[in-house]
């Protein structure tokens, strides 16, 4: 059985595509737009592609976490008839007291959970906030998250705080329990360029608190609902651009400026939550595979 949390194939690729170790060795004349990839870098891209077509040959069952993930799956080589949808889940007594102690009105801080990473975007984040101080000065960016997996990426994004002049209103905290920090949050925010089903804006979600998302993997899914039903609680928060601090910007600011709102996105993913995406329904869809599978055997 194969379950893919992201596309492999797609993930390798956009890490080729950034890759500096690869040097391409085009002509310093050549200025064509229409150039070719550095034939190195495409031979990686083939090489994870193929091993991507024959893990899908090899597989009896191919498990992607929403729709659009499985209908890339198909795209790349994988039988439709092995494909199937299983979304994650969280553990909503986890954030229990924290939906519990949500305040009256929104704290002004939009959070962003993730680890400090060039896939994350984390310079869209501090751009967006750089935007929203011009109205709200007061409000705060939490950073909360790993920094050492890049170092170098960490650095830009200090840089980058220090000449927008947002050193007293961005922070980076590091690991942190986040059932812990979700009633100090305001709105969470996810900037990433790539993503499957994040686990973060479900887990704010559970927190009431509702979300920006970049328009990437299933954000648009969990915030506005997979289907009819889902859909008729009312979206959870708002989706934007990629790479678009003004969206962004906007967004927070519509949330974090209007308690009635945010209020009632923050309930309406705390429902949709709790009626599609808990721990207990995701583990027993695969309980229920792997003793299929497993009889097969015998």
Known sequence: MLTEHGIYTKERK?????????????SALDTSIHKKMEQTRQTWIDFFEQ???????????????????RQRQIHDGAPAEKTQIIVNGINMARFAEAYDSRLVAPPKVAGLIGRVVPIKDIKTF??????????????Q?????????DPSYFHECQLLVNSLGLEDNIRFLGMQDVAEIMPHIGV????????????????????????VASEVGSCREILEGMNDEDKALGRSGYVTNIADPNQTS??????LNDARTWRRLGDNG????QRFYQEHTMYNHYQGL?????????
Do not use: F
């Not at 091993?51 to 993930?69: H, P």
């Not at 906007?250 to 949330?255: E, N, P, R």
């Not at 792997?290 to 015998?298: G, N, V």
């Open 250 to 255: 906007a967004a927070m600011l519509t949330l």
């Open 126 to 139: 501090i751009r967006a906030i750089r935007v929203a101080v011009n109205t709200e000065p007061e409000l």
């Open 51 to 69: 091993l991507g077509r024959t893990a899908y040959d090899r597989a009896d069952e191919i498990v992607a976490l929403y729709e659009g993930n």
């Open 290 to 298: 792997y003793e299929e599978l497993l009889a097969w055997q015998e």
């Open 14 to 26: 956009i890490d080729l595509t950034q890759a500096s170790w690869i040097k391409d060795r085009h």
């Open 188 to 211: 969470c925010v996810l900037t990433s360029i790539s993503e499957a089903q994040p686990l973060v804006l479900l887990e704010a979600m559970a927190a009431g608190v509702p979300c």
């Open 270 to 273: 705390y429902k949709r939550v």
């Open 141 to 149: 960016g939490w950073i909360v998250g790993p920094t050492e997996e």
